[in-house]
């Protein structure tokens, strides 16, 4: 740290004066030399062909902007939807008994459903309040337990439940092989999925086109000599 | 810019160091206070169902009802199509036999196909709803009433009334860090287990007002997963006599009234 704190020249020489290093000459501040001056009809034309590059990419940016991804859940196969008028099922006239029944099942299905929900519910507030009392007991007892019985319990996190089956694993059943095939569609157009792609391989031809310039350039010096 | 570093990483490594003591306080820390609290745990453990139970009278009928109504809002299937066409290439053949309907040779017609898979389905055996333990009623076996949640319950030897009585496996409180470490201590007198305990905190408490000397019981749940009872009867060191699966229809036929209603809260199933 302290070493930048001399001055940065007086440094470079008494070091390579001890060292026996050349050095490259002192400016002291003088111009450096001239810059070569650039044709303004290269500048232009380099600019323009600068801009030209952006637009392409803009305007392929907004051809592409509203392809999305496709979801084929959300879509019906257009070959069924050619053939909607053949697939069409024949109405069935309901007699009025079977509209009852219809509407009687429907409505015992709601009240089952919601005798179903309040129980639960209020057998939910029971255990909660349950549990909330015996809290309130513990708490009674003693104080430290209280606060260990309130930390969370980070072994239940990965909470994992195998749902009930309707009958048991059969050990005897031999499942047949079965072969698989990916059939996914992999959406490759526009930008959604692949943009970096897309702007990589734009990178690639900037730079062919740069060289190719170069090499018109190289050649153009050599026909000159 | 190497003094901040120096800084940032200073206020890590104390940052660390209060983080590790306070959990090197936190895992070794037992209880110490003077007064230990007179109070014991227990464990209600439960097997949860392995098999969906039977669908009710109505619950049949609306799924019923609810497949008529989704094939008559849809549209014809392929397999549908195809009997169609079938049926239409029957009668054709019927009409002229030297069409060029009667050259098309079909070797399996839909009606066919659908009567191959069906025997295929009814060759196939499911495997029976009910277990042995299930035949023989054996209330020592979790194999059993496989479409109904199942508890465990102990029969205490109790030499003072000389009744013994049905509980929950217990254990009295001897300065453990934490209930839930108390209870933990509880799985391993049961037998041979792999228990999930669900959460820290008790779930309900029981005090039995008739008898003054007895101790608070705070009860904990947890869900039976694997592993093998103890058989209490053959041995000696155990406070116990007997154990049981029992559903929750039979608890209040085994627990004590006033015990029952304590848990029942807690047991609740839906």
């Known amino acids: ?225 | 810019m190497l003094r901040t570093s120096l800084l940032i990483s200073s206020s890590i490594v104390r940052r660390l160091a209060v983080a590790n003591t306070a959990t090197n306080v936190q895992t070794s820390s037992t209880l110490k206070s003077e007064k230990r609290p007179q109070i014991k745990v227990a464990l209600c453990l439960q097997r949860y169902i392995h098999l969906s139970p039977e669908m009710t009278q109505l619950e049949k009928d609306y799924t019923n009802l609810i497949t008529q109504l989704e094939t008559e809002h849809s549209y014809l299937s392929d397999h549908e199509l195809r009997h169609k066409s079938e049926l239409e290439l029957a009668k054709q053949r019927q009409s002229s036999a030297t069409s060029t309907a009667a050259a098309v040779n079909i070797v399996e017609t839909a009606v066919d196909l659908e009567d191959r898979l069906a025997k295929e389905f009814e060759s196939f055996q499911f495997m029976p709803r009910e277990t042995e333990d299930d035949k023989t009623n054996n209330l020592h076996s979790q194999n059993r009433k496989l479409d109904q949640n199942l508890l465990l319950v102990v029969q205490r030897k109790n030499s003072e009334s000389g009744k013994d009585e049905w509980i929950f496996p217990e254990k009295i409180y001897d300065g453990e860090p934490s209930l839930r470490a108390a209870v933990d201590q509880i799985i391993s007198t049961c037998g041979n287990l792999h228990v999930q305990i669900s959460g820290n905190a008790p779930l309900a408490y029981y005090k039995n007002d008739s008898d003054s000397s007895s101790k608070k019981i705070f009860f904990y749940k947890g869900e039976y997963l694997a592993g093998v009872i103890k058989q209490f009867s053959t041995l000696k060191a155990t406070p116990y006599k007997d154990h049981a699966w029992i559903t929750h229809e039979d608890a209040p036929k085994y627990l004590s009234p006033s015990y029952y209603k304590a848990v029942k809260d807690m047991l609740f199933v839906f």
Not at chain 1, 41 to 66: A, Q, S
Not at chain 1, 106 to 123: G, P, S, V
Not at chain 1, 194 to 209: A, C
């Open chain 1, 1 to 225: 740290m302290n070493i930048l704190s001399y001055s940065p020249s007086i440094f470079l020489l008494r070091n390579t004066f001890n060292r026996s290093f050349h050095i490259s000459a002192i400016n002291y501040a003088l111009p450096t030399k001239a810059k070569k001056k650039a044709d303004p009809m290269t500048d232009k034309i380099r600019e323009d062909r600068k801009r030209r590059r952006y637009e392409k990419v803009i305007d392929k940016l907004e051809k592409f902007k509203l392809q999305l991804k496709p979801i084929h859940e959300y879509e019906s196969e257009r070959r069924i939807l050619k053939e909607l008028d053949v697939r069409k099922r024949s109405t069935v006239e309901l007699t009025s008994e079977e509209t009852t029944r219809r509407l009687m099942l429907n409505r015992d299905w709601a009240k089952h459903k919601h005798r179903q929900h309040q129980q639960e519910i209020t057998l939910m507030s029971r255990a909660f309040k349950s549990q909330e009392d015996a809290l309130e007991q513990l708490k009674l007892e003693s104080e430290e337990l209280y606060d260990k019985a309130l930390q969370v319990d980070s072994k239940l996190i990965p909470f994992i439940r195998r749902g009930p089956l309707y009958s048991l694993p059969n050990s005897n059943y031999d499942a047949p092989d079965g072969d698989y095939f990916d059939t996914t569609n992999y959406f490759t157009k526009g930008f959604g999925v692949n943009f970096m792609d897309h702007m990589k391989t734009m990178e690639r031809q900037k730079w062919t086109e740069i060289r190719a310039e170069r090499r018109a350039k190289k050649e153009e010096k050599a026909d000159d000599k």
